[in-house]
């Protein structure tokens, strides 16, 4: 009978702990160092972050064109873009979505929506989804602000680009302008995370 109880007690144990491990790679926490990828533009072209030798930094963005939460930040990722790539951190958005369950997030349609909305920054794909899980990215958009350091690119700040996703001009807390201006004054970035508000990216 004590067999069968210390039986019983080690199976919900067991059974416990599968629903409580921690994944082996949760992705980049901030003050880790980012690899670098090569992925395809909308232009054909390869882009990596080596690319960008003068670069500071980056703002680097997951997002796509079917997520309402992505579409509605698209002209605030393109002021990111213009108040800051001239500074030295300039935006790279990843569209990481499974086009097989999302076609409307395909090559064409991202060109056609860069187009559109005319974007000034490179909107690469993230073929087979490698680069997503290794950042650590669940939503779109998801936030990683890398600093360019001897060690590599560090990651200086995850999450969302502001406190309000619904409308632009009742925003308070402006998260991702907050730490790059920090990075430029070479200060403290003051709000390291925030949690990103989007669509969970498709797989």
């Known amino acids: ?19 409580t491990l921690k994944p082996e790679n949760p992705g ?29 930094g980056f703002i680097v963005v ?20 213009k108040k800051y790539a001239s500074k030295g951190y300039p935006v790279i958005a990843i569209m990481p979505n499974n086009i097989e369950v999302k076609p409307g997030d395909n090559m064409e349609s ?21 680069i997503y899980p290794q950042y650590g990215a669940t939503k779109t958009p998801h936030i990683y602000i890398l600093e360019k350091t001897s060690k590599g690119n560090e990651v200086k700040y995850i999450g969302a680009i502001d406190d309000n996703y619904k409308d632009a001009s009742q925003v308070n807390e402006k998260y991702v302008e907050d730490a790059v201006d920090a990075l430029l004054k070479d200060e403290e970035v003051k709000v390291k ?10 797989v």
């Open 1 to 19: 009978m004590k067999h069968l109880r210390l039986l019983a007690v080690l199976v919900l144990a067991i059974t416990l702990s599968a629903f």
């Open 193 to 202: 995370e925030t949690r990103a508000i989007g669509c969970t990216i498709k």
């Open 62 to 81: 997951f997002t796509c064109n079917t997520c309402p939460y992505a579409v509605a930040y698209e002209d605030r990722v393109e002021a990111l873009n």
């Open 28 to 56: 980049y926490k901030v003050g880790d160092i980012a690899t670098d990828f090569s992925l395809e533009n909308i232009d054909g072209n390869m882009v990596s972050l080596s690319d960008y030798k003068d670069a500071k």
């Open 110 to 130: 991202m060109r056609a929506r860069a187009k559109a909305k005319g974007f000034t920054f490179p909107y690469l794909m993230d073929k087979g989804q490698k």
